[in-house]
């Protein structure tokens, strides 16, 4: 007999051993060792992400209420990442959205699933009536879980138990200012303090800055600014001999024309730019006290009893990640790359100069909160401008 022979004849009570195990294994329903070594080394978060997208796909759709900036994000990039997930939006401003979903909760319609927007509807609204989730147990992947490629190396919220807005937009204002390049040699301001230069005095116009807007992100930036504060604040309105209108429009025709050198709190101004007006605003970090941080457009909320749970969180990790921050600066920037990410680790070059961070420069954090607490400063404000003449 050849020793290949015998070889076969010794091993065959122990191919009779292990085929009787591989039997039994089969029959408990067991599988084999390779395939559960490959199963094993699977992340955690890998299959459980492949299961809430199959999931996702399953429920068929997400419904989403945003601002209209965010409707070709969703519609075009995400859409094309999961087509098995059709994207329902429901666009308008803050308000609007709100008023539209408190009415339809208010009939037993529980419609939306995330709210995209701003930042001060859903502390307002939704976080006061209690009807948002926390965001949190929906982040997955680990690039989204990971806060170390956020601003400050973490994960910002607005809301007071920082659970349930999250924040994914911080775009740097210098005290809504914009100028007429004509007339202002930007180089020249190197302080907030130097608009009180008697040399400008009668060439400032304002927006009413009693009426909610974005001067009243600048009001409380120049409030809460330790070096600028109530004093600052008092002066600006009580010593610049400074215009008001109601019209943005009709600010804008005059700073333009070079009736005025200064604009406050002005709207569309990256529009004006684009246009051809000889119009600009202040970078951040190029004047010594810094700019003011908030999400202008650029917070994600959560809704109770959302219909599409899964969805909801193929969502919320595709626009958190990487590749949904991107998606959104490229859609971003078709008008005029008005927003910054939070996101540190992702390129920047799509945001314009007047909304990028700069590394290294001051920035004051907007607490939402603080919107609440308008009534002092603009207490300040009126009896300022009645000092001046200007009262109301």
């Known amino acids: ?107 037993g319609k529980y419609i939306a699933d995330l709210y995209v927007s701003g930042n001060i509807t859903p502390l307002t609204v939704f976080h006061r009536a209690k009807i948002l989730e926390p965001v949190e147990p929906l982040l997955l992947l680990p690039e989204v879980v990971d806060p170390s490629g956020w601003y400050e190396g973490k994960h910002h919220y607005d809301d007071p138990e920082n659970r349930y807005i999250f924040v994914f937009e911080g775009t740097p204002r210098s005290g809504e200012i914009t100028f007429n390049t004509k007339i202002v040699n930007p180089s020249e301001i190197k302080s907030y303090w130097d608009l009180l230069n008697p040399k400008w005095k009668g060439k400032i116009i304002s927006v009413d800055p009693l009426v909610s807007g974005p001067i009243s992100a600048a009001q409380i930036f120049f409030y809460k600014q330790p070096d600028l504060g109530p004093e600052f604040l008092r002066r600006f309105h009580a010593d610049t001999d400074m215009a008001i209108v109601r019209s943005n429009e009709q600010l804008l025709d005059w700073l333009s024309a070079g009736k005025y050198s200064f604009g406050i709190g002005a709207r569309q101004v990256d529009t004006a730019m684009v246009q051809g007006l000889p119009l600009n605003q202040f970078l951040p970090g190029s004047l010594k006290e810094g700019s003011s941080v908030t999400a202008y457009n650029g917070t994600l909320s959560f809704f109770n009893r959302a219909p599409h749970p899964h969805a909801a969180r193929v969502a919320v990790n595709w626009l958190l990640s990487r590749e949904g921050q991107t998606a959104w600066l490229d859609s971003n920037q078709k008008t005029g790359g008005l927003y910054d990410s939070l996101r540190e680790d992702i390129s920047k070059e799509k945001v314009s100069d007047q909304a990028r961070r700069v590394k290294g420069a001051k920035f004051l954090w907007l607490k939402p909160e603080w919107i609440e607490d308008l009534d002092p400063i603009r207490d300040i404000i009126k009896k300022s401008l009645a000092s001046a003449g200007k009262g109301r």
Do not use: H
């Not at 039997?23 to 060792?33: D, E, K, Q, R």
């Not at 059709?86 to 008023?99: A, M, N």
């Open 1 to 107: 007999m050849t020793s290949l022979n015998k070889r076969i004849l010794l091993s065959e009570p122990t191919r009779f051993i292990i085929a009787f195990l591989c039997t039994l294994l089969f029959c408990l329903g067991v599988s084999s060792p390779n395939t559960s070594i490959a199963a094993d080394s699977r992340p955690a978060w890998q299959a459980e992400w492949e299961k809430t997208v199959k999931a996702a796909e399953e429920e068929g759709t997400v419904v989403i209420y945003m601002t209209n900036a965010f409707e070709p994000v969703f519609r075009e990039a995400f859409q094309k990442k999961y087509p098995k997930i059709k994207v329902t939006t429901v666009t308008g401003r803050g308000p609007e959205l709100s008023q539209r979903i408190m009415s339809e909760r208010r009939g």
